[in-house]
């Protein structure tokens, strides 16, 4: 009954004071929280939603004695089963519907009501107030407003923070370059490889002493983040971790400290599994104030370390490391979640191809390269280009439209019949943008034996 008191007195603080409630409440008090928060959440699931009610009778889980994560022993819930039937989990009426690339190419359908979107805009806000945003702020919202959650969320959170806004949505970045100084902006939001994008063009045309960029949904390069401070005179970089079945982000910057972020570890239960001997592990989480489709236990593929020692900030609880990379094939990159099935598709119906292939993901500079590596006998270079552009185009045009703003470079590598493939298994996707040893020296290996490299 404390703890239902608790949560009403927490729903009905304004951002400004729940900020502040997080930088005082003690370790201690959180964790007290976390833990009624998380009994009630699998006892409500355990009663209202098919698939846990199902899964903890064939598990032999008594949801009325689960007290800790430990308690539910190997039981965890998969992207996988949330894309086959995501209606199963539903344990009250929803009020819309987002969606989440999976890498078996089904994309996984998250629902919310109206009162968790509200709710997850006023932790939002919160956070983004922790990493410096204040009341009076002018803000552009350059996330991205289709089927994914980035654009409404921040929204939500910008109007529960009371700041002045613009819902730009995912737009050529020069149409923001243009409107910074007619509507005085200060901060602006969005994808670290459009906002790239954005200060490549500041560095041409001219700058604004903007206060603060905010990134999400894919990793900053760290060498970009000086640049983008000189270039912006002395804006602050910083960047959220979410995703859409997180809904809230679970991992903020106030803070200087680029190498992770501080979680909300009130409103998520994060554990890791399969921890290695540096301490890495797969994070695994549960949504403490979900309703309508809560998450128990949810494997996000993500690999990082979480830390328990005080940061030298003084805001209090968890940190989490950047994260190390993924456990399956997925790569977050080009301004969007990218997967082995994806280009398998868009390479089917081009002519020539023999159907070895390897996507090989870099940085030049501050400009991500996205590299199709292709074996082909075709000397017919510009039809092929064409040809391969317009299976993209036709099956995923968001891609192209990232594109054609200019926030990646595609490129075209040909190679001999039998050069892509070295032994039985091939790692059909690389990401190369910041890593070194044998993956890269692959990759080099792989560069020189190409026949033509092409941009598309």
């Known amino acids: 009954m404390i703890w239902s008191t608790v949560d009403k007195a927490i729903d009905g603080l304004s951002p400004q004071n729940l900020s502040r409630l997080y930088r005082l409440t003690p370790p201690w008090l959180v964790d007290r929280i976390r833990i009624a928060r998380f009994r009630k959440t699998v006892r409500w699931a355990a009663r209202q939603s098919p698939f846990y009610r199902e899964a903890f009778a064939k598990s032999k889980i008594d949801a009325d004695r689960v007290h800790h994560p430990r308690d539910l022993g190997d039981f ?91 819902a730009f949505g995912k737009v ?26 954005l200060t490549e063009i500041a560095e041409r045309e001219g700058s604004l002493p903007l206060k603060l960029l905010m990134g999400a949904a894919e990793e900053m390069p760290p060498n970009a983040i000086p640049w983008m401070e000189k270039v912006w005179q002395g804006a602050k970089v910083r960047m959220c971790y979410g ?27 994060p554990e890791l599994m399969d921890i290695d001997s540096d301490g890495y592990g797969e994070l695994v989480y549960t949504t403490l104030r979900r309703r309508v489709m809560p998450l128990i236990r949810y494997r996000s593929r993500d690999v990082t370390k979480l830390l328990d020692d005080a940061c030298s900030c003084g805001v209090p609880g968890k940190r989490m490391h950047r994260l190390r990379g993924r456990r399956d094939e997925l790569v977050v990159a080009s301004g969007g979640n990218l997967y082995p099935l994806m280009f398998e598709s868009i390479f089917k119906p081009v002519r020539g191809l023999t159907g070895e292939w390897q996507i090989i993901f870099r940085l030049e500079g501050m400009r991500e390269i996205l590299e199709m590596n292709v074996e082909t006998d075709r000397l017919d270079m ?71 490299e092409h941009v598309i």
């Open 243 to 269: 995703s859409v079945e997180q809904g809230s982000a679970i991992g903020y910057q106030p803070c200087d400290q680029f190498d992770g972020y501080h979680v909300d570890d009130s409103d998520f239960y």
């Open 382 to 452: 510009e039809s092929l280009e064409k040809e391969i552009h317009r299976s993209c185009t036709e099956q995923y045009p968001d891609l192209m439209k990232n594109l054609a703003l200019g926030i990646f470079e595609m490129r075209l590598v040909t190679h001999p019949q039998g050069s892509i493939r070295k032994g039985r298994k091939i790692r059909r996707m690389l990401d190369l943008r910041y890593a070194s040893g044998t993956e890269a020296e692959h990759a080099r290996v792989l560069s020189n034996s190409s026949e033509v």
């Open 172 to 197: 050529d970045p020069i149409e923001v370059y243009r409107r910074l100084e007619t509507y005085r902006f200060n901060v602006v939001m969005g994808e670290p490889t459009w906002l790239i994008r």
């Open 76 to 166: 965890f819930t998969t992207p996988d089963e949330v894309a086959a039937d995501p209606e199963k989990f539903l344990c009250a009426k929803p009020s819309i519907v987002f969606e989440s690339s999976g890498t078996s190419g089904k994309n996984k359908k998250i629902f919310y009501s109206r009162r968790e979107i509200d709710q997850m805009g006023q932790i939002m806000a919160a956070g983004i107030m922790l990493m410096g945003v204040a009341p009076d702020d002018r803000v552009a919202n350059a996330f991205d407003f289709s089927m994914w959650i980035p654009g409404m969320l921040t929204h939500s959170a910008l109007m529960s923070g009371g700041q002045f806004c613009m």
